[in-house]
């Protein structure tokens, strides 16, 4: 979550940059760099990916030196175990927000409580 909190920190003043020095485009007649944001998303994930990858290939290497093959086995398996549970799980939720946002657009939610407008948001002390 604190990697996804830089990269979009980093991408808010890229943009806040652009707006401040490329003239016209809150007009439409200026242009945004779109591959500077490109750019600062895929080098953000790129480095904060650098620990994961380092903990899933020298965690078994260690795990083998430190405790030996049996225990190394035990935990390859546990680890293909846990992610397989995940994975389903993963799979599962992703289909319950995609059934559930369809639910939504296709007009079967009706709100019991009325929203208030942003006027009355604005105007309410």
């Known amino acids: 979550m604190r990697a996804v909190g830089r990269a979009a920190f980093g ?28 750019f600062i998303s895929t080098q953000s994930a790129l480095k904060e990916m650098i620990a994961p990858g380092l ?3 020298l965690a078994p290497l260690f795990f083998g030196v430190l405790f030996g093959v049996e225990a190394l086995a035990g935990m390859l398996a546990g680890a293909l175990g846990v ?13 319950a927000w995609d059934n559930a946002k ?17 006027l009355q948001l604005l105007v309410t002390p």
Do not use: W
């Open 55 to 57: 903990l899933v290939l």
């Open 102 to 118: 369809k639910y939504i657009e296709s007009g079967h939610f009706v709100e019991k409580v009325p929203m208030p407008t942003k």
């Open 83 to 95: 992610g397989v549970v995940q994975a389903i799980s993963c799979a599962n939720s992703g289909g």
């Open 11 to 38: 991408m808010i003043e890229e943009v806040r940059r652009q707006f401040r020095e490329i003239p016209g485009i809150m007009e439409g007649k200026g242009k945004p760099d779109y591959a500077r944001c490109v």
